[in-house]
């Protein structure tokens, strides 16, 4: 019995140690994140409400036309600050990512798709594990994002012409999150997290001389509204 609680305390003292949480601890990941756009437009409705020159149907095809936004997968650089064990700051700082932006139905004379948008949108959130010693750690948080609208390369391209339409430059949203950490040998961990943010933005579209030179003209209330899925790998320091 001596030989066999010897051994054990043996094998126990050369195992490689898990990346357990501790209060002050440092963990960066990488990770490849899914954005999935989950949009909401009325683009047809508002323009009508907005008395636009030319109208939506012979801007965009039909008077209920929507706005879509196409998904995009990225990398993504994250890190974590461990307050206590089981709480945990967490900013993801996207490398940003390139969305298409199209108009549906887009009949008639009316070009689909409009171009695309570059997002940067770095997210803060803070997270409570829940088994920040154990190999399985889940967690949930809650947080803020900012989106900076980059490169902007949309127009709607009618038979009456070619007009830009642009969105807010600046954009804030809450998000909440959940996901988990496999606590791995060595301090590495494997990460799976699963992103809610809410994004609204003014969509306008400038229809120059055509237009009566009103200039930019609000056509729409877009929710963004993404749906960000992570997975990845990480290291505690």
């Not at 706005?67 to 089981?86: A, H, M």
């Not at 959940?178 to 969509?203: H, R, S, Y």
Request: hydrophobic share 45%; glycine share 8%; no cysteine.
């Amino acid at each position: 019995m001596k030989k066999i609680a010897l051994a054990a305390l043996i094998a126990a003292a050369f195992a490689p140690s898990l990346a357990f949480a501790e209060a002050g601890d440092f963990v960066v990941r990488l990770r490849a994140t899914h954005v999935s756009p989950d949009e909401d437009s009325k683009l047809g409705t508002q323009t009508t409400a907005s008395n636009v020159a030319l109208g939506p149907a012979a801007l965009y095809g039909s008077p209920t036309a929507e706005l879509q936004v196409g998904s995009n997968t990225i990398p993504e650089l994250d890190f974590s600050y461990y307050i206590t064990k089981n709480i945990a700051a967490e900013l993801i700082l996207a490398l940003g990512t390139s969305h298409d932006v199209s108009i549906t139905p887009g009949t008639g004379a009316v070009a689909k798709d409009l171009g695309s948008v570059n997002l940067l949108p770095p997210t803060l959130t803070l997270q409570w594990h829940f088994l920040p010693d154990q190999m399985f750690d889940p967690y949930v948080g809650a947080g803020l994002t900012y989106s900076r609208s980059l490169n902007q390369n949309l127009t709607a391209q009618t038979g009456l012409g070619n007009f830009p339409i642009k969105i807010d430059r600046n954009m804030w949203g809450p998000a909440i999150q959940a996901g988990f950490d496999i606590n791995l040998q060595d301090k590495w961990l494997v990460n799976f997290d699963v992103k809610k943010i809410w994004l609204d933005t003014n969509v306008k579209l400038n229809l120059g001389a055509t237009g009566g030179n009103m200039g930019w003209q609000k056509i729409d209330d877009l929710s963004i509204d993404p749906w960000v899925i992570s997975v990845g790998f990480g290291k505690k320091f």
